[in-house]
């Protein structure tokens, strides 16, 4: 099967702005930011979706989470901060590997459109 876009950022066939990196996941800065802050935090393990994760993919979910917040307390976002994850075509996915957003430096509207 052919790589998707995140797996090349992943293997830094293309280019990022990466701002984490463990093992399990990374942190980059989307290309065309909607906030001040606008970042993907995404498993290095090829989930499609974040209904497409199985049971044994608990832990790598929870840690993503976390990894999630802790990006968001070192980019200084205290005054609050939104995490999406968009699935399939109604949800406006258009990569198909799991990714968080993560929003934040301006209020957010709800509800999103
Ligand atoms: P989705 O619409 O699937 O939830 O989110 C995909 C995100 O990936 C979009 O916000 C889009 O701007 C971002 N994106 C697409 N191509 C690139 C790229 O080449 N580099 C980076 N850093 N982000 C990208």
């Known amino acids: 099967m052919s790589q998707t876009l995140f797996e090349k950022i992943i293997a830094r066939q293309i280019p ?5 990196e463990d ?3 990374l942190a980059f800065r989307d290309i065309h930011p909607q906030a001040p ?8 393990k090829p989930i499609a979706r974040v209904g497409d ?5 608990q832990a790598l979910l929870g840690h993503l989470l976390l990894k ?3 990006v968001a307390r070192m980019l200084g ?3 609050g901060f939104r995490l999406v994850m968009n699935h ?3 949800g406006g996915e258009t990569v198909p590997h799991l990714h968080c957003h993560l929003l934040g ?3 957010l509207q709800w509800p999103p459109g």
């Open 68 to 70: 999630a917040g802790e």
């Open 23 to 25: 093992e399990q996941v």
């Open 53 to 57: 994760a199985e049971a044994s993919d």
């Open 37 to 44: 802050v606008h970042v993907l935090v995404i498993p290095k």
């Open 77 to 79: 976002l205290k005054d």
């Open 16 to 20: 990022a702005d990466i701002v984490y």
């Open 88 to 90: 399939g075509q109604h």
């Open 105 to 107: 430096g301006r209020p």
